[in-house]
């Protein structure tokens, strides 16, 4: 930035330029503070996805990255749950415990809601209704409820991951774009830059 104000005046610049002039001079000068506190704001927000279960946890749910771990989360779960189902095995407490033994806490948390509404007797998208947390996806668990003990629901709902699948990678494009998008802001206020001087 230095080097190129010799070159031309701020004064010149666009909005956009002015903006990318003042974030990256203060980054420079807090260079160590700001990438401590996003390495702090990085690890507290890893630890609350894999850990956090308590009251805010499904509001967090629908905004990302919460929501792309649910997904990512969610059809890990169902994915294993359908090959168990395919390979005939009965999902009981024994299944149950089997799935959580190697969860993280969050997801542990949600895999024993839905054991324990199955426990009560509620069936597999029952369960999933019951236990209020939208998990895997709150759009999917109202069609696991409405497929759950039809003839060969289990083989639906195979499609049904395929969509969870979709949408996880939907989510993870958004999140690549928006990175692209700022990084093509200061891409071109420096373009925006290079015009001035150029005019000068």
Known sequence: MPVLETV???ERWGTGARLFRTAS???HANTLSFT???AAVAAATAAAM???TGP???ALDRVAPFSLYRLIAGASFLFVVLELLAAGVDLNDRAFEALRRSASPYLRHRIGAIQRFM????GFGWSMVLAGH???DPSLVPVVAALDGAPGWEKKLARSEDLLKTRAAALNGALLIAVTAVMATGIDAL???LERAAGL
């Open 119 to 122: 426990a009560r007797g509620a």
């Open 50 to 52: 894999l850990a956090w």
């Open 8 to 10: 031309s005046p701020p």
């Open 25 to 27: 001079v203060w980054l």
């Open 191 to 193: 373009f925006s830059i």
């Open 134 to 136: 939208g998990f895997p």
């Open 56 to 58: 805010g946890r499904a």
């Open 36 to 38: 401590a506190a996003l």
